[in-house]
């Protein structure tokens, strides 16, 4: 059954422009639309995820989403949105990435339906690779004006641009290149839509162009509008750079971290582009949170929802442990249970010092390894009145002064947490 995906993706806040006709076309029958993606990583990141939701509500609506991996165009780089010419990938490094991708967008899109409407996974390099240059500008560049192409505002805005050195005319090429592609996933996929974010309605148009004047037919452009932070900070990147989808860049709790930080008006506006809740849902918890902005329940719901699409229920379960060891009760076991990149993730900043394992060998003194070994504590003084205080903890357990530190404490064979009150932490490295 068909149902209005631009009716639906309209009140989740995600469509930029959509082409005249697309809506109507869209609602007579099944139809293949695509999205592209860079693969010049072996991992998507959360500037993905609106293009992945796209097509993910694409195939609810009972159409055919189609993915596509620019291994061609990845060994070009696209201008748009860029002021620098991306690195330039081999052709075994790009097999690499797309394989990741795809396991990646499996989370979201159904590739093994044995329904008509299963997602698909192409590569522009299998259809691009034996294309000869002199073949290309005859069948293809000849359709399309330079002055066509110049009135871009992706053209426009990099050779216009102060800080810019210009374009190359590789890039310059480059919507020539994705314009060819969706001319053939119009001919080989019967493929009528191109879908992406604002800044290639560009790009997406000069493929509607090809289509018209090459294969005599009529394709449709869909545009999402480009995702921005309410205090104005870039979406999708943290301190440390972007925020992966694979767990081995960004992990699990990291992510969860992510989204559980967002402000009250963006996640507001996240929770209905970033989850498959319904209009009633989502509304309902709008109004429960603004009845009790302290207990962050958008925020909850958000980064609940997406770490299981993106991760797993276990992985969403470790995150909240995680995060219930800063800020809420937890136990040594609960330390114990952390791989070491999510203890480090958890304690990121946390002061540490290193501690020789021969140290440990026979029980390390509870107040040299506050004061003198470690240096948490100014000195072996202060190290008394805070352990006769009772505000000392080992990994989260309240020690009192004839405690010693052995090797069964370590979390990881290899750390151990020290903590004075509720808020002061410590961390001691075995080496």
């Not at 609810?60 to 620019?70: D, S």
């Not at 000869?132 to 110049?150: A, P, Q």
């Amino acid at each position: 059954m068909i149902k209005n995906f631009v009716e639906e993706l309209t009140w989740r806040g995600m469509i930029h422009t959509v082409m005249p006709g697309a809506e109507e076309h869209l609602m007579e029958s099944m139809r293949s639309a695509y999205v592209g993606f860079d693969p010049t990583a072996d991992s998507l990141h959360i500037g993905n995820l609106v293009p992945i939701m796209l097509l993910a509500h694409y195939q609810r609506c009972g159409h055919k989403p189609v993915a596509l991996v620019g291994g061609a165009t990845g060994m070009i780089g696209d201008p748009s949105g860029k002021s620098n010419e991306r690195n330039l990938l081999d052709e075994k490094t790009l097999r690499h990435n797309q394989e990741a991708i795809k396991s990646q967008l499996a989370h979201f899109l159904d590739f093994e339906s044995n329904e008509a409407n299963a997602a698909e996974l192409v590569n522009n390099y299998d259809w691009m690779k034996d294309f000869s240059f002199l073949e290309f500008i005859r069948d293809v560049g000849k359709h399309i004006t330079v002055n066509y192409m110049m009135a871009k505002d992706s053209v426009k805005n990099r050779i216009s641009s102060e800080s810019s050195e210009g374009m190359s005319f590789t890039e310059f090429t480059y919507q020539l290149v994705q314009g060819y592609d969706f001319l053939h996933l119009y001919k080989a996929n019967n493929c009528s839509i191109q879908m992406g974010g604002s800044d290639q309605w560009g790009n997406i148009t000069t493929g509607t162009e090809l289509i018209r004047r090459i294969a005599s037919g009529k394709g449709f452009a869909i545009t999402c509008p480009l995702i921005t932070k309410s205090d104005g900070s870039k979406f999708g990147k943290s301190e440390g750079g972007n925020v992966w989808l694979d767990a081995n860049r960004t992990s699990p709790y990291k992510f969860y971290q992510y989204w559980l930080n967002s402000s009250d008006e963006d996640a507001e506006k996240y929770i209905k582009i970033f989850t498959f809740l319904n209009e009633d849902e989502i509304n309902g918890l709008i109004s429960e949170h603004k009845e009790a902005p302290h207990l962050r329940v958008l925020q909850k719901r958000l980064a609940e929802e997406i770490t299981v699409m993106v991760h797993s229920q276990d992985d969403l379960d470790n995150a909240i442990k995680a995060s219930n060891i800063l800020f809420g009760k937890s136990t040594s076991e609960d330390l114990k249970a952390l791989d070491e990149k999510t203890f480090l993730d958890v304690f990121d900043g946390v002061p540490q010092t290193q501690i020789e394992q021969s140290e440990m060998d026979n029980g390390l003194d509870i107040i040299a390894a506050l004061a003198e070994k470690g240096g948490f504590l100014k000195s072996n003084g202060e190290a008394r009145r805070a352990l006769k205080e009772n505000s000392i903890s080992v990994n989260k357990e309240k020690v009192k002064d004839d405690y010693s530190i052995t090797s069964k404490d370590l979390i990881n064979n290899k750390f151990v947490l020290l903590q004075r009150g509720k808020k002061n932490y410590f961390v001691l490295q075995i080496v």
